[in-house]
């Protein structure tokens, strides 16, 4: 997302632009960091001290809500105003928040925040405890997100822990005051403990850490990539991944993109770090802040009756369902993946109890509840939350089902007695079986696609026939809906179906074994391995600051890591291929006791082990010696690693000679003593081997009973993969069959779109298709003649095509047309003189829904051409009626055509009807002349006119008559027809 001025210019003019203009509006309103401040009992001199160290202009809109008794008047923004220069302003419904700003919200009001406006509520009477500062966090997480920072300053009480929480699970940022600093330190106190904290300063420091954290160049950078660029860089983001893995054992990458760079690049913010590889650098070298981000991308939001209508409706409706026909002692199983802190587990608890009581059954219900995050499981096994859980929980449910405790709340024994919790990996550990109800709410929206479609048949594997499956308002079981049907939707409450899905097998690279699990023989050499210098100077440091005898640095499977002092003594090169393992390199003697201790310490636990008086085997002799086993525990870099420390008897000194080694003969008493100290020794040894060996042996008969029950396991996997392959191959005949009928389809449309277009192209009329943007879809050859058109124009708008037409409306009539829906029909002209008949239609598909449109042009320049003639016919004839002098219209044969009425009234009386008749037959052959004969014919091939013509004709009608003759040939441009006008003038009327 890119950041940008508001103002339009006016070039843009598509949708598109207008769109990214408006989000860029929004973007702008958007990047304003809202910080929250809670505070109460002490409050006012950290306000004072906080508001003192201000810097003017700051860019962030600060909110101050406090603990204030109702109807209080209250003093505290002007009381502000005399400690900084922002203006301090009490805060008002609807106020839009503005940079470099202080708001106050009134006494007794709880203070909302929603798209960057204050909206003050009345405190509900059933409150028992005000809260105003988990309200307003709360809010202020929900509409700011990651742009949010909330602040605990002096106070009692928990009011704003809870808050808090939810300020980090929205990747926004939480300070509170040092408790040493603090007035009253409860407030800031029970935040702490919670662990949602990143910066515990002096209010003094606050202003600068603020600044400091929002000028960071990844915060910036973050707020303005696409999430397409925010994965740019892939290969520093795989290796936190890899650190990640190796730390805890579990793999992130199937988190959500968006989801893992927020929760990183905050890491990154708070450590004032600017790229990705120098982050990674610093998780290499912090151990701890690999925890500290795993921690944070595991997004502990959770909290007692989540959505309260959902679980209205799991109470009402499916539990019904859930419990019909079932037995008063059947046992209900329920399992809580991703539990957290166990606030939901502890909510279905609460509900099961409530269904027993309200129904009055005896109904036994046992709910397990996993999660990944260890540390959240402990939280959960304690049953210990504050105060703000009056907000979530309702009056009579609190004083029933949870203890109080100082300011907070533990869960009462009888419902903490049904919940088990235990650390578990949702697709790498064996899954629950025969569970009624699977509650996994607001996790699987976490998690990409291809990890959620291992999820659910694994749900589905896990439940009984019927039982259901609860799932968080933002997450449904898309396409499973083979696996399970709906019993309410709105609330997410799905039921199983009872058909036949084995339990799928999970791919490793999802989500790992969990980490005390997994190898970590391979984890911790890495570790060591790609440190080597550092891990030395670490051992170097700490044997400098304890004094160290000839001692040895080793791993919990006895690898060497580092060696102090001349150890020939004690250890030996194995023979054959090199091995640093301490337990082969053992001289005779040491090998037993050195081996034995390292068991122990690494299965009792024990800090601490010494073994006094081994006898071991030198090239001088025997040594006695004190064995020492130490374990690590810092600093950091050499945890879990072991310091073995040979101390030998001053004593013994004397009694090692240059001599050869021989067997010892018994010549006194110190001899006996000695043989009697190493046989005593031996028995020890002995005895501690066999007890290795008999608890070995207990160990061993357990894995065996692992391994034939995942032996069963595995066997009915391969039944369900048998039938699975046999299934695939029929589905796959299916699948050849179906592929074969869509070939046949596929060839038949082929044919029929060949002659569709062979039938369009034949008709000759130039045919356009255009989609609903008035974009080229298709169109006919004939088309080409008319629109400049080419195969690359397919797509392309019509309005930026040339054409021939002399008609500028075509456009406007087209979107006027998809907008009625009425065609349209209009004749119009090419440049080349055509004539055309548009018609545009709308498109219409088979659904009887509205595709674009159907744009033809038909031609009719013939038609025009004779319509035209029959014009100049029409007007040639009204001219010749109209004239009084006879007229003649003769074809190429000298036959009539017409003839005018004042030639019938002159020659033809009767009204005989002349057309078609041969000019020289007509009146008894009168107009019968050798001459005339030669004018006419001399007009109609050479096109020379003939005027006064004199002709005598003796008619029967009229008698002998002088006459005057006109001849002109008429040429009709439409059929090229060849036609005379023969005027008759009388000579005697004229000149009487």
């Keep these: 997302m890119k950041s940008g001025n508001s103002k339009v210019e006016p070039k843009v003019t598509s949708r598109s632009s207008v769109h990214d203009v408006q989000h860029k509006k929004h973007l702008v309103s958007s990047l304003l960091p809202v910080v929250g401040i809670g505070a109460s009992a002490g409050g006012l001199q950290a306000l004072e001290a906080f508001c003192s160290n201000l810097p003017l202009h700051n860019g962030f809109a600060f ?136 910066f515990v300063l002096p209010v003094e420091k606050m202003g600068q850490q603020l600044l400091q954290y929002f000028d960071a160049p990844c915060f910036n950078n973050f707020q303005t990539l696409e999430p397409a660029e925010m994965l740019a860089a892939t290969e520093p983001l795989q290796k936190i991944f890899i650190l990640l893995r190796n730390r805890t054992g579990h793999d992130l990458s199937a988190y959500k993109p968006t989801t893992v760079n927020r929760r990183i690049s905050r890491r990154m913010n708070i450590h004032h770090i600017q790229t990705m590889n120098a982050y990674v650098q610093f998780l290499q070298e912090n151990p701890v802040e690999i925890d500290k981000l795993f921690k944070e991308l595991l997004i502990n939001v959770t909290n007692f009756f989540r959505d309260e209508p959902a679980f209205a409706a799991l109470k009402n409706i499916a539990l019904p369902k859930l419990f019909e026909n079932k037995p008063d002692n059947y046992e209900m199983r329920v399992w809580v993946p991703g539990c957290s802190t166990g606030e939901e587990a502890y909510s279905l608890a609460i509900l099961f109890k409530e269904y027993n009581e309200t129904h009055g059954k005896t109904y036994s219900f046992q709910i397990f509840a996993t999660d990944l995050d260890e540390s959240s499981i402990i939280q959960a096994r304690e049953g210990l939350y504050p105060s703000g859980i009056e907000t979530d929980v309702l009056p009579d449910r609190l004083t029933r089902y949870f203890e109080r405790e100082d300011s907070q709340y533990r869960i009462a024994k009888e419902i903490r007695d049904t919940v088990i919790f235990a650390t578990q990996n949702l697709l790498q550990d064996p899954p629950f079986t025969r569970i009624d109800l699977i509650s996994c709410r607001n996790l699987l929206i976490y998690l990409d696609g291809e990890l959620q479609k291992k999820i659910f048949p694994h749900f589905h594997y896990t439940l009984k026939p019927g039982g259901l499956l609860f799932l968080g308002t933002s997450e449904s079981i898309g396409n499973f809906d083979h696996l399970f049907s709906v019993v309410d939707k709105k609330s997410k409450i799905y039921q199983r179906k009872d058909i036949q899905a084995g339990l799928p097998t999970s791919k490793p690279r999802l989500l790992p074994t969990s980490a005390k699990n997994a190898p970590s023989m391979e984890h911790k050499s890495h570790k060591l391995d790609s440190q080597p210098g550092q891990i030395a100077r670490q051992i170097e440091k700490l044997l400098l600051e304890r004094y160290a005898p000839v001692c040895i640095i080793i791993d919990e499977h006895g690898r060497i890591i580092y060696i102090h002092g001349h150890t020939g003594n004690y250890l030996e090169p194995a023979q054959g291929q090199p091995n640093w393992n301490i337990i082969e390199m053992a001289r005779e003697g040491l090998r037993v006791p050195l081996a034995t201790s390292l068991r122990k310490v690494q299965k009792k636990g024990d800090m601490e082990i010494i073994n006094s ?41 004397g009694s090692q000679t240059g001599e050869p080694a021989v067997f010892p003969i018994l010549i006194n008493k110190n001899d006996k003593e000695q043989l009697a100290h190493e046989l005593l020794s031996t028995k020890k040894s002995l005895r501690a081997t066999i007890e290795e060996l008999e608890t070995s042996n207990e160990e061993l008969k357990s894995t065996n009973e692992e391994l034939q029950s995942a032996n069963e396991e595995l066997q009915s996997s ?62 006919t050859k004939s088309a080409i003649n008319i629109v400049h058109l080419i195969n690359s124009d397919i797509g392309r708008p019509l309005g930026d095509l040339a054409s021939s037409l002399k008609y500028a409306h075509l456009i406007d009539d087209a979107k006027a047309v998809l907008q009625t829906l009425i065609y349209k029909d209009t004749e119009v002209q090419s440049t080349n003189g055509a004539w055309y008949l548009l018609r545009i239609l709308p498109y219409r598909t088979a659904e009887n829904m509205i595709d674009g449109l159907v744009i033809t042009f038909i031609d009719i320049d013939r038609l025009k051409k004779a319509e035209q003639a029959a014009l100049d016919a029409s007007m040639a004839s009204a001219i010749v009626n109209t004239v009084s002098n006879p007229l003649l219209v003769l074809d190429e044969n000298l036959s009539i055509i017409t003839a005018n009425p004042a030639f019938h009234k002159t020659f033809n009386p009767s009204h005989e009807d002349l057309t078609g008749q041969s000019f020289f037959t007509i009146n008894r052959s009168a107009w019968d ?35 005057t003759l006109n001849g002109r040939l008429l040429q009709q441009s439409s059929t090229n027809a060849r036609r005379i006008l023969l005027a008759i003038e009388d000579v005697e009327r004229d000149n009487p």
């Design 63 to 198: 909110i101050v809500v406090s603990h204030q008794q109702p109807r209080h008047i209250s003093l505290l923004p002007d009381l502000l105003a005399g400690f900084t220069k922002i203006p301090v302003i009490a805060a008002e419904d609807g106020m839009p928040l503005k940079k470099d700003h202080i708001f106050v919200c009134p006494p007794g009001k709880n203070l909302a925040v929603f798209h960057r406006r204050i909206y003050l509520m009345d405190r509900t009477d059933h409150e028992t405890m005000r809260m105003p500062i988990n309200f307003f966090f709360h809010s202020l997480a929900e509409d700011v997100k990651e742009m949010s920072v909330g602040i605990i300053l002096s106070g009692t009480g928990t009011d704003g822990t809870l808050g808090l929480k939810a300020i980090k699970s929205a990747s926004g940022m939480a300070m509170v005051q040092d408790p040493v600093t603090a007035k009253f330190d409860g407030m800031p106190k029970s935040a702490i403990a919670r662990g949602d904290v990143d």
């Design 613 to 653: 008086g081994i006898k071991v085997k030198t090239n001088n002799g025997f040594e006695t010696i004190d064995l020492k086993l130490v374990r690590l525990l810092e600093p950091e870099a050499l945890q879990d690693l072991f310091l073995v420390s040979f101390h030998p008897h001053h004593k013994d000194a």
């Design 718 to 779: 391969n039944e369900e993969l048998e039938t699975s392959k046999e299934e695939m191959q029929s589905l796959n005949e299916e699948l050849n069959t179906i592929n074969s009928e869509l070939q046949t389809k596929v060839d038949a449309l082929s044919k029929i779109n060949d002659d569709m277009q062979n039938l369009l192209n034949s008709t000759n009329i130039a045919t356009i298709f255009l989609d609903n943007n008035l974009k080229i879809r298709r169109f």
């Design 929 to 963: 002349s050798d001459q005339l004969r030669g004018h006419l014919y001399k007009t109609l091939n050479s096109n020379t006119p003939f005027d006064a013509f004199n002709y005598t004709c003796e008619c029967p009608v009229i008698g002998k008559k002088h006459l």
